[in-house]
């Protein structure tokens, strides 16, 4: 009887960012991901970055998210391999991932609404393994990835994976800015920047950022406030009314998750209103309609779709779209818990984005 000797397999493995319960994470080895679906694709990242949401999962305030999970929805790469059913990408290509992956064929998909995906949505970082690693698997590969545009810059390209559609989208679109608008944005972290960033495109006659670090509100005048308010040591509401003739503004964009910012945009809204909820609200809030029942407002919440991102990277690409800006500092993927670190005090490091380095 032949025999043959087996070696042993060898399971490859990576570095990854792993959350191991509330307040606990870890680099650390894990099995390196493989293909598992005919439309999947394997992703060797290069670029990847830490977003307010990782803050909330790491503090256990996303039930969704398990010990055991790799971390991370943002992301650029290179395709390292590809399920046989994939056919808009090869082996070698250089790509974004979103956040949302989505398979292009369920019924939710087909309405537009990729973000409630029946076999996908947010679920890298969250129900399944995300891109804070070395590697990752992309789920429906054809639909969740996009070819990097020749010569952009990665720093630039990675924010397109969550953070401008999120604040384009969830914002900008869902609050209807329009030309002559006045706009309040609560909250002046990545998220609230980029809406900042995007309600530009509508030419607002009013851009009024309201949060209490006074580096993150200088920086929301050099990305294009027409007024900031600083509620920790000025009247936000008061000064908002102050500033729209007593009237409130068209379009106010909460951009915290917080009671009390939702609070503020109840406040500060006019008649005839739109108010745009982008916030990850782990807390009830209060909806003041004993008040606002008769203002004709339009009240809004979503989760991000990531189907502006063709449409942010020609903006980006024609130059009119600054999303390097958003990128402050930068960390080998090797130092990512220093990098957590640096984000998690972002007011004393002055910090927007952390990129991370492959
Ligand atoms: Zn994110
Ligand atoms: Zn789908």
Not at 236 to 262: W, Y
Request: charged share 20%.
């Amino acid at each position: 009887m032949a025999t043959t000797i087996q070696e042993e397999p060898k399971i490859a493995v990576m570095k990854a960012l792993v959350y191991h319960g509330p307040n606990r994470r870890a680099w650390e080895d894990k099995p390196k991901p493989s293909v598992r679906e005919t439309t999947d694709a394997l992703v060797r990242i290069t670029t990847t970055t830490i977003c307010g949401t990782d803050l909330h999962i790491i503090k256990g305030e996303v039930p969704t998210v398990q010990a055991g999970r790799i971390l991370g929805h943002e992301g650029v790469g290179v395709v390292e391999a590809l399920g046989s059913a994939v056919t808009g990408f090869t082996v070698g290509d250089r790509v974004l991932i979103s956040c949302v992956s989505s398979c292009g064929k369920c019924d939710t998909c087909k309405r537009g609404m990729p973000s409630h995906c029946r076999d996908g949505g947010w679920i890298l970082g969250n129900t399944i393994d995300g891109t804070q690693a070395q590697y990752v698997r992309v789920p429906h590969a054809d639909n969740s990835l996009y070819h990097s545009p020749a010569g952009i810059d990665e720093d630039a390209l990675v924010m397109m994976s969550d953070i401008f559609p999120t604040g384009f989208e969830c914002g900008t679109l869902s609050g209807q800015v329009k030309p002559g608008d006045s706009v309040a944005i609560v909250g002046a972290g990545p998220i609230g920047l980029a809406a900042l960033l995007t309600s530009q495109f509508f030419s607002p006659a009013k851009l009024i950022v309201i949060d209490q670090d006074p580096n993150r509100l200088k920086v929301a005048l050099s990305f294009g406030a027409t007024h900031v308010v600083n509620f920790k040591t000025e009247k936000a509401v008061e000064k908002v009314r102050s500033l729209t003739k007593g009237e409130g503004v068209d379009v106010a964009i909460e951009a915290v998750g917080s009671p009390g910012s939702f609070e503020t945009c109840q406040n500060i809204v006019a008649p005839g209103g739109r108010i745009a909820n982008i916030g990850v609200h782990g807390r009830s809030v209060e909806l003041h309609l004993e008040k606002l029942w008769s203002m004709n407002l339009t009240l809004t919440t979503r989760l991000v779709d990531t189907t502006s991102i063709p449409l942010l990277l020609k903006v980006h690409q024609s130059g009119k779209l600054d999303a390097k800006r958003m990128s402050t500092h930068k960390f080998a993927l090797s130092d990512i818990l220093k990098a957590y670190d640096t984000f998690g005090n972002a007011a004393q490091e002055n910090a927007l984005k952390v990129l991370l380095k492959a």
